[in-house]
């Protein structure tokens, strides 16, 4: 069972940066893909971004492509995003995920999901 805790959400302006991390408890952590979702109070989850074990393939979500960056460390078990330029439309509970295999944009093809972190981006 691999444990996913997601910390550095908060509240943020309109054009501020913000960085999110989670720590898996999974070792080796490098032999798994990490992304990131979001779901916004009354919407579907959305796909943020995802990372390969060797952070040599990422895959971004249409909104966000240009703006946030995903990166990972495998030596600390820990993944990031760095979200620069939020906007209002930003604000969502975010949520670290992981799987073995090849990244994917697809929620369900996700096997473990952390608690998730709020982002509130005011206007």
């Known amino acids: 069972q691999v444990q996913l805790v997601e910390s550095g959400g908060g509240l943020v302006q309109t054009g501020d940066s913000l960085r999110l991390s989670c720590a898996a408890s999974?070792?080796?952590?490098?032999?798994?893909?990490m992304a990131w979702f979001r779901q916004a109070p009354g919407k579907e989850r959305e796909f943020v971004a995802a990372i390969s074990w060797s952070g040599g393939i990422t895959l971004y979500g249409d909104s966000v492509k240009g703006r946030f960056t995903i990166s990972r460390d495998n030596a600390k078990n820990t993944v990031y995003l760095q979200m620069n330029s939020l906007k209002p439309e930003d604000t969502a509970v975010y949520y670290c995920v992981t799987r073995r295999g090849a990244p994917q944009g697809e929620a369900g093809l996700y096997d473990y999901w952390g608690q998730g972190t709020q982002v509130t981006v005011s206007s």
């Open positions: 999974e070792r080796p952590f490098s032999r798994y893909v």
